[in-house]
């Protein structure tokens, strides 16, 4: 069982960042594809952005450009850093770690980004 805390969520202007980081509790956090989703009131859980064991990431269309999610092994943390911030970023960001079969799911962490 791996166990994931987020943290850095909060109220935050229109066109100013945040640093989401999510901590885990996983034996051998590096064999983890990491990856951060959200979900807005009303909508579905979507994808924002993923790094795979290697560190390669992919990104969500809405998150090219103003985010960036990286990992330190070493503290088997994934942080999620994002940019220009808009209105429609708001939502409960979720920390997801996934090996095969197996994909654990943080509680989340809230953004609102206000006009």
């Known amino acids: 069982q791996v166990q994931l805390v987020e943290s850095g969520g909060g109220l935050v202007q229109a066109g100013g960042s945040l640093r989401l980081s999510c901590v885990a509790s996983?034996?051998?956090?590096?064999?983890?594809?990491m990856g951060w989703y959200r979900q807005a009131p009303g909508k579905q859980r979507e994808l924002v952005a993923v790094i795979t064991r290697g560190g390669s990431t992919n990104y969500a269309d809405s998150a090219k450009g103003r985010f960036t999610i990286s990992r330190d092994n070493a503290k088997n943390t994934v942080y999620l850093q994002m940019n220009s911030l808009k209105s429609e970023d708001t939502a409960v960001y979720y920390c997801?770690?996934?090996?095969?079969?197996?994909?654990?799911w943080g509680k989340g962490t809230l953004v609102t980004v206000s006009y």
């Open positions: 997801n770690a996934a090996m095969g079969a197996m994909d654990y």
């Open positions: 996983a034996r051998i956090f590096s064999l983890y594809v």
